[in-house]
């Protein structure tokens, strides 16, 4: 047994013969490469700070100049030459330092070399967050037959010549990222007035703008005030009340509620071996780790020349969410060397790393298949245990404080929460068939929920593998946005279809240089209360993923192809049919969710775009109004698309309207002051919250080359009890992937038919854009 093997790792036992000394000579290399991994990591991150921290200069830039500066000056005195490159600044430092020469000439050029640099490069740094600020360049019309303005075209050869000298890294850009600016109140009442006009009936729209005049010359005045002075103050006036009150203060379960799924290229199927699959996966997602501590990964760029924010990116890994009884809080480990398994009831703990180096797709294989082989049977209560990550958190937040605070309970926790990530091997067996659409909507709810325990939902993420070879993932949420788990598993899935392959038995390609120390299963002793509290726990969990209506619907009529030869933005597009398909499932207009990212700025996470506008409600009644010609549809259709393209646009500019609105009620509860305004802003209910997955953030699935990569994208569970939650990709110029939620103990709701709504809608779309070229 592999827990005994180390628990024998050194003793020692005094006889009257004397000290004998046993060793286990294995585990104590184990212990020594660890400390050196730990040390090279520590210095390796030491080094890659500084790098950052100086960018858009460089270390090589500061020792030429040291070096130049250094050499001039020395030439003076050999050459008798009158020119001092320091320009007085030597000879000034000189009066200062009591050495003899040359030293004291070499250290005050040297000093002075040091100073001219820091200035050149505080100026480049400060120049660059100020070039960053500019956001014209959103606004300004792409495409065939558009040039961009004066201002722009002066505005990109300044950031190309500051960003030109030095290759960046995953986190160089931060420190010259602006803050996200706080909008004026005016504005932002301006905005969610004309946001909801129609929803809203005259009288109601009336009473709606009185609570907004009174808020804005009332107490509004003084709630922005103070969060004036917090954007002074913090890099972002967003992100840390977004993470506590919208995530971590949550008590109901995060299953379905908050955690998200993504899932597999569907249309390829490398290998049906499930530890093979495991193997490259578990290798890929290692590799990508490795990417982000070396901070080798590039940065995304929008337009290939603005950064995005980066910080999500540490608590990819080693990340768990520990629950509390009033707010939970996300702990990230420095490092960790092994996974958390999860296999027929059982969980393990399976070393991925022998003598600092990491295994092998060949030599995880091996691990995963000692696991599948092991016939050990659940102990009484572990099978079910993962439910109380699933369920309310105050019971599982008061049962790991009793249960699990010490013995081989803690252990066993410890060895889970600090495992680089989770992975389910799963017993059952999922796939994509074109002829039957269930079986990716059976594939959807195993990636979103499975069976309410057999995932550990407070982990940054489980990577789940089907017995036949397909993956997926569910993600917590807190820690980070969907874009930053799409460019990991676009990375895994590059590497796994691309890199990696399998041989002609399905299995991992390469060779076995070590036999790795087995996984170790973990040991749970639970007692008849603790049993009670899963339980509770499961029957939580039960009802609520049993109440979700989830359907998966691939359009292939066609996609973003169409879309850009009508000269409209894909997006803009897609939420159109939304809408759409929203009025004629509904009969009404509703309170519209479309996420959009701030990662413009420093700290940046999401912000929110109404779709639902005035030109969009305007275009969705012309197409239901038999007495508008198609021409009208059409020239309606792209005054509401770019409508919505500027909204998003604002939005990603830090000129949106909830995310500032949230923080002035924040601010409202901690001062404890009521606002009837503020009150019926945050309770209106998202009865339709959507999202697209972003795609191409890598150059590993490149679709014009291997067609058959396509990804099914993600989803997530409904926000509102009576509404829908739509997730989709637009995957290639023919496909989109629509993930469509809802539950179904709501009367009003129903997935599979909304499903069809949006794909007539699409249909309509399309034959009025046909239509209207004929002619």
Not at 27 to 38: E, N, Y
Request: hydrophobic share 40%; net charge neutral; proline share 4%.
């Amino acid at each position: 047994m592999a827990e005994a093997h180390s628990a024998v790792a050194f003793s020692f036992a005094i006889t009257h013969e004397g000290v004998h000394v046993n060793y286990d000579r294995e585990v104590l290399h184990v212990i020594w490469h660890s400390g050196v991994r730990q040390w090279r990591r520590g210095i390796r991150r030491f080094v890659n700070t500084i790098r950052c921290g100086v960018f858009p200069a460089s270390i090589s830039s500061l020792a030429l100049t040291i070096g130049s500066y250094n050499a001039m000056y020395l030439s003076r005195d050999w050459y008798g030459s009158n020119f001092d490159i320091s320009l007085g600044l030597a000879d000034l430092i000189k009066k200062h330092i009591y050495l003899e020469e040359p030293a004291k000439g070499i250290v005050c050029c040297t000093a002075s070399a040091f100073a001219v640099w820091c200035g050149v490069f505080l100026f480049m740094k400060y120049s660059l967050r100020l070039l960053y600020i500019y956001k014209g360049w959103m606004y300004e019309e792409r495409g065939r037959g558009r040039t961009m303005s004066r201002t722009s075209r002066l505005w990109v050869l300044a950031v190309k010549v500051l960003t030109k000298f030095t290759v960046p890294m995953l986190y160089s850009y931060q420190g010259s990222l602006p803050r996200l600016p706080l909008p004026a109140l005016r504005d932002t009442m301006s905005r969610y007035l004309r946001s909801v006009r129609p929803l809203m009936n005259d009288e109601e729209y009336s009473r709606m703008e009185k609570h907004a005049h009174d808020f804005q010359g009332g107490i509004g005045k003084k709630l922005q005030w103070y969060l004036v002075l917090k954007s002074w103050w913090a890099s972002n006036y967003v992100t840390d009340w977004w993470e506590e009150f919208v995530y971590l203060r949550g008590r109901s379960p995060i299953m379905v509620n908050s955690n998200f799924y993504g899932t597999d290229a569907i249309l390829l199927h490398p290998t049906k071996v499930q530890a093979a699959r495991a193997a490259n996966v578990t290798h890929a997602a290692f590799l990508f780790r490795r990417l982000i501590d070396n901070q080798q990964l590039q940065p995304i760029m929008a337009q290939n020349l603005v950064p995005l924010c980066s910080y999500q990116y540490e608590r990819t890994f080693n990340t768990t969410r520990i629950p509390g009884i009033q707010t939970d809080k996300i702990v990230h480990f420095s490092d960790s060397t092994h996974i958390a398994v999860y296999h027929a009831g059982r969980y393990f703990k399976m070393p991925c790393y022998y003598k600092g180096q990491l295994l092998t797709p060949k030599e995880l294989q091996i691990q995963f298949e000692r696991i599948l082989a092991d016939e050990s049977v659940p102990e009484k209560g572990e099978a079910t245990l993962g439910a109380l990550t699933a369920g309310e958190r105050e019971p599982w937040a008061e049962a790991r404080s009793k249960f699990f605070n010490k013995g081989i309970n803690y252990t066993s926790l410890e060895a889970i929460e600090k495992a680089a990530f989770v992975l389910v091997l799963e017993e059952n067996e999922y796939d994509y068939c074109e002829d039957d659409p269930s079986q990716l909507d059976r594939f959807g709810r195993a990636m979103l929920h499975g069976k309410g325990y057999d995932r550990w939902y407070d982990k940054s993420f489980n990577v789940i593998i089907m017995k036949n070879g397909r993956i997926g993932f569910n993600a917590e949420h807190s820690w980070a946005d969907a874009p930053i788990m799409g460019h990991m598993w676009e990375y895994i899935m590059g590497e796994d279809l691309f890199e990696y392959g399998y041989d002609e038995n399905g299995n991992c390609t390469g060779k076995v240089n070590c036999d790795p120390r087995p996984p170790t299963r973990l040991k749970w002793e639970l007692n008849q209360e603790c049993l009670q509290v899963i339980d509770s726990s499961l029957r939580v969990a039960e009802a609520l993923l049993n109440d979700v209506d989830l359907r998966l619907y691939m359009h292939t009529a066609y996609g973003k192809g169409f879309m850009k030869n009508c000269r409209l933005s894909p997006d803009a597009y897609t939420q159109m049919a939304l809408q759409l398909a929203y009025y004629r499932d509904a009969g009404k207009f509703n309170l519209t969710y479309e996420a959009s990212m701030t990662r413009l700025f420093r700290d940046g996470r999401t912000e929110t775009v109404r779709p639902c506008s005035i030109e969009s409600s305007a275009w969705v009644k012309a197409m239901e109004d038999k007495t508008v010609s198609n021409e009208e549809r059409v020239a309606l259709l792209r005054k509401a698309c770019v409508q919505h393209q500027n909204a998003y646009r604002d939005a990603m500019c830090g000129k949106g309207i909830d995310r500032h609105l949230f923080c002035l009620y924040v601010i409202s509860k901690y001062l404890e002051v009521e606002s009837p305004f503020l009150n019926e802003v945050l309770s209106e209910p998202w009865r339709l919250s959507t999202s697209q997955t972003p795609h191409g953030q890598t150059n590993k699935m490149d679709l014009s080359k291997n067609p058959k990569c396509i990804s099914a994208g993600g989803g997530f569970g409904p926000v509102a009890d009576d509404g829908y939650g739509v997730s989709y990709i637009i995957a290639g110029e023919d496909t989109i992937f629509f993930h469509v939620s809802s539950k179904k103990s709501s009367p009003v709701t129903d997935s599979p038919s909304f499903a069809r709504q949006i794909e007539k809608a699409l249909s309509d779309m399309k034959n009025l854009f046909e239509s209207v070229a004929k002619k």
